[in-house]
């Protein structure tokens, strides 16, 4: 249902954008999220936007370098990471959500993971 992309390596400091595209209509009415998980650490909540796209919500380590946006006309989500730094180093997923959580629980399709490499 969810498929992301648009990872890689990118230098510290750089930016990279991520898409992810919803197959189907499952998904209408969902929050979206973005999850990343680094090695040997748990999923982290990188952040959130709601169906209507009015409202974002972003983890403390992200705030201010990464926004969410999504088209809803095209089923597509995207995370703009600017700033990067080599702590930003993780698999990427998206998921979604009947209603806003920045925790995994309830969130009940997940895209395949992206891998984002920022070197120092």
């Known amino acids: 249902q969810l498929q992301a992309s648009g990872g890689g390596l990118v230098q510290a400091g750089g930016s990279l954008r991520l898409s992810c595209a919803a197959s189907?209509?499952?998904?209408?009415?969902?929050?979206m999220a973005w999850f990343r998980q680094a090695p040997d650490r748990d999923r982290e909540f990188v952040g959130l936007v709601t169906w209507t796209g009015k409202s974002t919500y972003y983890g403390d380590s992200v705030k201010g370098r990464f926004t969410i946006t999504r088209d809803n006309a095209k089923n597509m989500i995207y995370l703009q990471m600017s700033s990067l730094k080599p702590e930003d180093t993780a698999v990427y997923y998206c998921?979604?959500?009947?209603?806003?959580?920045?925790?995994?629980?309830?969130?009940?399709?997940w895209g395949q993971g992206t891998l984002v490499t920022v070197s120092s």
């Open positions: 998921a979604a959500r009947n209603g806003p959580a920045a925790i995994m629980t309830g969130y009940a399709y």
């Open positions: 189907g209509r499952a998904t209408d009415g969902y929050s």
